[in-house]
């Protein structure tokens, strides 16, 4: 499920597609859900509920294995996929068709997804969150601290009981736009009433970026997912492991604190056939970051395109 601050972003993203994870024996399903400039909040659950129960009415035709349903989301995507996780017993979030089938998830994958709006918006340095402009506001309906009876109806950490599924959080210690304490919460919460967890903080990563496409931590997704959805590991788990940035590792820093990444660490994680270009299903960078690298438009990436970018930013400055 993709980020945005549920005002932004579509499903054409979709990571885990572009990660191999259809090689590796699974089915990918990316779904879009209602921006708030459509709807409020809980039209997002909803739409994300509805999208499960979907799949699972139609498991036998795309041969899906409707007991095996992990999750995966960053941001509001993270708090999308949370809230799935800890709301499978909520039957006021499931509306409309397929009432017949479950929305619960077996495993739970989140990215720095907000998981306690009061908490989120109090917190220092944070505070612009709490204006009537900010994407929680526009999520509620209104200014968080006014509305905290819908907030506590938003917030995963509301719903947490024994009966959810595994959870893997990762979140970056320098994210300057969702605090790390949303994913302490959570954990702790998780923790405390004896549902598996898994907390990786990432020392020097912000909001997503480079920290988040090492090799590292795409290993420990994929053995999260295996374990889980595979192979049925049910024992539980209360478990906090840490790392540095990726990003630390061969980048360099361009004035004005923006970094280069090697054209190296960019085909390493992208260029899957090993033919030494990326192509724009390879790509997992956005859409209009490929158009602009993407200098003849033949649909292809290759180094002297990303080293011309590189030089052509340089000089710019």
């Keep these: 499920m ?3 601050g549920w005002q932004n972003g579509s499903k054409d993203g979709c990571p885990p597609l572009r990660e191999g994870y ?18 409020v909040f809980p039209a997002q659950i909803e739409d994300c509920k509805a999208a499960v129960r979907w799949l699972r009415a139609h498991a036998a035709e795309y041969r899906l294995d409707p007991d095996k349903f992990g999750v995966w989301g960053s941001s509001a995507g993270g708090h999308l996929v949370a809230l799935l996780g800890t709301s499978g017993e909520v039957k006021e979030f499931d509306v409309k068709t397929n009432l017949d089938q479950s929305s619960k998830v077996q495993a739970v994958c989140d990215y ?14 944070y505070e612009r969150h709490a204006d009537s402009n900010s994407p929680e506001s526009k999520l509620l309906g209104g200014v968080v601290m006014e509305n905290l ?7 995963p950490i509301t719903y947490v009981d024994k009966a959810d599924p595994p959870f ?24 405390k009433t004896g549902v598996s967890a898994h907390f990786h903080t990432i020392h020097g990563a912000g909001h997503g970026g480079p920290g988040f496409s090492g090799k590292n931590i795409e290993d420990m997704v994929a ?6 959805l595979k192979e049925g590991r049910s024992t539980v788990d209360a478990l906090a492991t840490d790392s540095t940035a ?20 960019i085909t390493r994680k992208d260029d899957k056939n090993q033919d030494g270009k990326i192509t724009k299903e390879e790509f997992s960078g956005p859409a209009p970051l490929f158009q602009r690298l993407d200098r003849n438009g033949d649909g292809t990436l290759t180094r002297e395109e990303h080293d011309a970018a590189i030089t052509e930013r340089q000089g710019s400055r």
Excluded: C, M
């Design 246 to 265: 990726e990003e630390a590792r061969g980048s360099e820093t361009l004035p004005g604190g923006r970094r280069r990444i090697p054209w190296e660490f």
């Design 168 to 191: 893997l959080i990762v979140h970056g210690d320098k994210d300057p736009t969702v605090p790390i304490n949303q994913s302490e919460l959570l954990f702790d919460a998780l923790k």
């Design 149 to 155: 009876d819908k907030a506590a109806k938003a917030n």
């Design 223 to 228: 053995k999260f997912f295996d374990q889980r």
């Design 2 to 4: 993709h980020g945005g």
């Design 22 to 39: 259809v090689a590796r024996g699974y089915a990918v399903a990316s779904i879009n859900y209602r921006l708030t400039s459509h709807a």
């Design 112 to 125: 720095y997804g907000p998981t306690d709006l009061a908490a989120f918006v109090t917190r220092p340095g």
